[in-house]
């Protein structure tokens, strides 16, 4: 705030992940999930969104959810569940903080191949998300950079606030 003057912008991308059948989940293991993936982002949008609610220009929040917060995927049940709840409180914020100037919208990345995946990516997983996948093709990390830019823009994304913005190569249009 000394060096900026404002918080214009926060981008949440609180994520970690376990492969634990559900039934095998640990208690402590459900609850460092749960604390990473939705409780830090409930935390920083109260500290950033208090923040923005002090200040004239308001500001835009984007919080990562998931393709598995839209339905469930196997294999991450404690993950999944996490960034739905991240989903459902973005919207909650969107109703509460709009009419104070404050746009909050979540980012849905589909299949981006990172670390935390990996280790459930197999040959099968594989070809069953590319036989879900229309572009038959994983994403690339840079084409998430302009739907977040979209959602961070006062310009551009000045009226879009509450919405799940879905960056899935055509996953979540797919059924059978």
Known sequence: MAAEGSV???VNGAGINSPTPVLDIPD???ARIIDINLAAVLRACQIFGKQMLNQENGGSIINLGSISGLGPLSRVFTYSASKAAVH???KNLAREWGDQGIRVN????????AEQNRKVLTEDRVASIMGHTPMDRFGNADELIPATLLLASKNAGSFITGIEMIVDGGFSAMSI
């Not at 979540?106 to 191949?113: I, R, W």
Request: glycine fraction near 6%; charge should be negative.
């Open 106 to 113: 979540t980012l849905v990345p589909g299949f981006f191949p």
């Open 88 to 90: 459902n409180l973005s």
């Open 28 to 30: 402590d293991e459900f």
């Open 8 to 10: 214009d912008i926060l």
